[in-house]
């Protein structure tokens, strides 16, 4: 089963090496992790899936508590959120097929950004099983390269209790693990 924990870090040179380092000595698994700015310049926001068939998720959420950068984390898998990945996948493509490919582009709600004379390079967001669908879909095609920047997760509604209380401001955070 994989768990989504959102972790709040203080925007400092290490911190990613400390968390992957914590998971490394732990033998913790990460199934994704995408770090990313926030409206607050001095901090990052970590969306970590990790796979907790050997792991209890709440010792994860404990762990990454106690690093010193970390400022706030929560397990949100059982909480309403809004999910996303986003991939690029180049495509082989010639004159013939790029018609195929561009309904499949419509279908998917995916973007052509770029076409040459061999290859098109798609753009997609959406959840999971929407992109792996759609990458299921150009696999015959012909894929040539392909990166996926991992998920996203942001906590429906504004939640007092939650990673949003920190987000919206209420609070400085800063040290307060467990708010």
Known sequence: ????LIAL???KPGVLNRVASLFRRRAFNIESLTVGRTHEPEVSRMTILVDTELTAPHLVE???SKL???IDVHDVTQ???VMRDLALVKVRADAGTLAEI????DIFRAKIVDVASDSVILEVTGDEDKITGLIDLLRPRGIIEMVRTGQVAMVRGV???GTNKRMNGNGNGHGNHHQ
């Open 159 to 161: 939640n007092e209790s």
């Open 79 to 81: 909480t309403p959120t």
């Open 68 to 70: 010193v950068n970390v």
């Open 102 to 105: 561009n309904q499949l582009a």
């Open 62 to 64: 404990a762990n990454l």
């Open 9 to 11: 870090v203080e925007d």
């Open 1 to 4: 089963m994989k768990h989504t």
